[in-house]
């Protein structure tokens, strides 16, 4: 990035207030997405929630590759922050209605901040002939192509045909890096982009608090508003709990480890920076509201059995959580493990089991948690084993291979 470039070659990046203050847009968007799939609670609104939920995260996700390069200090980025906000805000607001009459202004909202913030580093940020010129205006063009699926099925008349058409859109707009933003003539390389790994894995890392954050906000307004006896008292402590364990399980030695691996990967960086972090890590977002959704449900009825609906939302968030987890590390590091799957395989099952023998929804909350403790027990003494062996602990070996490479 020749204008606004941030500058290399000083101590190492990380997320400054600039970045923190756009992200505080998201807590809302999150926040909104959790309540629609509560509010529609089956397979259609989940599917809802599923492709709003990708469409905030493709345009938190850029901005984050895009910030990675830029000058936070610049009152011209400053500017484009502000606004990519306010769009981002105005997208947030549209979601409760927006495969209904809010439909134009969440997909305006969403395509005024990939075309507007591309047509920014096209035409602003480099010069002609640049390759970072080519760069932005070749996923401007995707932008563009896309967002004639996005407009076109904002304004049919709603239903099924809306549905396909940003299906269509999405499909695209997810494609674009797995083929490199290919154009007839022209394609580009994993080159074209510098990735400053602590400041890059540290704002995946700040989403990954972001959804935690929401989701310690909805149970704790659930039990505000419901009143405390003992079984909701019981409720709201077991999803603190399920809240702290998700917690620690990405960020005690997990995502440090993917970011050492991410500065050891070289050429492959931006590849793997884009499967780990830009795909996988909103599977964890994804898994991270779910579980929020679950935990809402067993704190408004902790003594309740739940509906078949209500046992897969909250059975699917840690489920899905700890194989997103195994997914993430066999990206970066080329191995499975296997406490995690077998985590999520005994999710799983709990859920089929205690859904036979109709137990209360405050069991089955316990019961996930008692899975994710295991977990991470079973993490600790592999690590205290190691130890005593006198073997390097995965973290450790991580940050081994990177100072001998």
């Not at 769009?87 to 607001?93: E, F, K, R, Y």
């Amino acid at each position: 990035m020749t204008h606004f470039a941030r500058p290399r070659g000083q101590d190492e990046q990380r997320a400054t207030s600039l970045e923190l203050f756009y992200d505080l847009v998201f807590v809302f968007a999150v926040t909104q997405i959790s309540h629609l799939l509560l509010d529609h609670l089956g397979w259609e609104g989940a599917g809802q929630a599923a492709l709003l939920l990708l469409v905030v995260w493709w345009s938190w996700n850029y901005t984050t590759w895009v910030t990675n390069e830029l000058d936070p200090d610049s009152p011209v980025v400053r500017l484009l922050m502000i606004g990519l906000m306010l769009a981002s805000l105005m997208m947030a607001v549209a979601i409760p209605h927006a495969f209904g009459e809010d439909a134009l202004l969440f997909v305006g909202c969403y395509l005024a901040i990939q075309i507007g913030r591309h047509t920014f580093l096209t035409f602003a940020a480099a010069d002609r002939g640049e390759p970072e010129r080519a760069r932005a205006g070749a996923i401007l063009a995707w932008f563009v192509i896309a967002g004639v699926f996005w407009m076109a099925g904002a304004l049919v008349d709603g239903g099924a045909t809306r549905t396909v058409l940003w299906l269509v859109a999405l499909c695209i707009d997810y494609a674009g890096p797995l083929v490199t933003f290919w154009l007839p003539g022209r394609r580009l390389d994993s080159t074209a982009w510098v990735v400053e790994t602590g400041h890059f894995s540290e704002r995946f890392g700040l989403f990954i608090i972001i959804a935690l954050g929401e989701s310690i906000v909805v149970t704790g307004a659930t039990t505000s508003e419901i009143g405390l006896d003992g079984h909701t008292a019981a409720a709201f402590a077991t999803a603190f709990l399920t809240s702290a364990a998700l917690w620690w399980l990405y960020f005690t030695g997990v995502a440090q480890i993917a970011e050492l691996r991410l500065q050891r990967a070289g050429a492959r960086r931006t590849a793997m920076a884009r499967d780990a972090y830009t795909y996988l890590h909103v599977v964890l977002v994804a898994a991270i509201v779910v579980s929020a959704v679950g935990d809402e449900l067993v704190i408004a009825h902790p003594s309740a059995v739940l509906e078949t609906k209500e046992m897969v939302a909250v059975v699917a968030g840690p489920a899905l959580y700890l194989l997103a987890h195994a997914l993430f590390r066999l990206r970066v590091s080329g191995t499975l493990g296997w406490r995690r799957p077998s985590g999520a395989a005994a999710c799983v099952v709990l859920g089929v089991v205690l859904g036979a023998l109709d137990a209360e929804a405050l069991v089955v909350a316990i019961a996930l948690l008692v899975v994710l403790i295991a977990v991470i027990a079973g993490d600790q003494v592999a690590a205290a084993r190691r130890r005593r062996q006198g073997l390097p602990t995965p973290l450790e070996r991580a940050a081994a291979e990177l100072a001998e490479g």
